[in-house]
């Protein structure tokens, strides 16, 4: 029996063998954790890295949302289905997997440090067998990894105004305090300037206009792809930007999995954000070593040099399409 986020107890099979993970996040935790041959359906457009390292996640049939066609996904003979259930099983939906015999795990509180290592917890209690000692020793890392960043972070005034910045379909976007990203943003000793805005909403990327980014005017700007940076730089009406005139504007790392939201590779996010904000209180640490530990460790994967190169520079081909 495990509980889920609704502290609801559902029945599991003891020695589970075929999952599916409705998310990219939890298929990263999923295989992270040992369990890639278990994954019996996939969710879509996961990215070229993703497949590079976990090669069999591309087999037909694992590309395609099967989460939801009820019937392709109780044909895959998946035992367990986990995630955000309410996002893609209506009442019948999960009354038919449930009438198959397929258990279905409600994981959707991940929205926090300590709501993500607690689904990486439940996520390895479902798959059994050594999950669970590595889902130990992923959260004593990210645990020992936040608290050396914050550590040599606390101390520093005045701080850094940052601002997360995001161009896509036309429009900026941002995230306040709401967001895992700010909480990264605040361990690294940056000041999150879009802290309080658009609380009462729900989406997580908040619609934003130049006009505001303007009267805020940020020390730094951080943002998820190089298309977006170029945008933001070549935005004519940015151009009074603090962080654009000392060209102080930084692209989130993607591996597996982009660091800034919420996956187990945000682990990696607040040392690359302290050496960004304060490379003089980071010159000891190297981002290269750590990536390669990290893939080594969680991911049993000897990653390349320029592999390492292209994750750190936000290439394209380690996006999400």
């Not at 550590?151 to 850094?160: C, D, F, G």
């Amino acid at each position: 029996m495990v509980k889920d986020s609704d502290g609801i107890e559902v029945a599991v099979p003891l020695h589970v063998k075929r999952v599916t993970p409705l998310i990219g996040a939890f298929a990263q935790v999923t295989c992270m954790l040992g369990a890639e041959p278990k994954i019996s359906a996939g969710v879509p457009k996961l990215s070229e890295m993703f497949y590079k390292i976990f090669p069999s996640l591309k087999r037909a049939g694992q590309s395609s949302n099967l989460s939801l066609n009820i019937e392709a996904l109780i044909a895959t003979q998946t035992q367990v289905v986990f995630g955000p259930t309410s996002f893609f099983l209506n009442d019948a939906a999960m009354a038919q997997l449930q009438a198959s015999g397929i258990a279905v795990v409600k994981i959707s509180n991940f929205a926090t440090i300590e709501e993500i290592k607690e689904s990486v917890r439940l996520i390895a209690e479902i798959l059994g067998e050594d999950a669970p000692l590595k889902a130990q020793a992923f959260n004593r890392y990210y645990d020992a990894m936040l608290q050396e960043v914050q550590k040599r972070t606390s101390a520093v005034s005045p701080k850094l105004s940052v601002l997360a910045l995001n161009f896509s379909g036309g429009s900026y976007s941002t995230i306040n305090d709401s967001d895992i990203g700010a909480q990264y943003i605040k361990i690294a000793g940056g000041m999150n300037v879009a802290r309080d805005y658009a609380l009462d909403t729900k989406e997580m990327a908040k619609i934003i206009n130049a006009e505001q980014i303007l009267v805020w005017n940020p020390d730094v700007i951080i943002t998820n792809s190089n298309p977006s940076r170029d945008v933001i730089l070549q935005n004519p009406a940015l151009q009074t930007l603090n962080a654009v005139k000392n060209r102080r504007i930084y692209v989130v790392p993607t591996g597996v999995y982009l660091w800034s939201v919420r996956s187990a590779e945000g682990a990696l996010q607040p040392l690359w954000l302290g050496k960004m904000f304060y490379p003089e209180l980071f010159k000891d640490q190297s981002l290269e070593h750590e990536v390669k530990s990290f893939y080594k460790t969680f991911y049993h994967y000897d990653i390349a040099d320029e592999d390492v190169a292209m994750i750190l520079h936000g290439a394209e081909n380690t996006l999400v399409r």
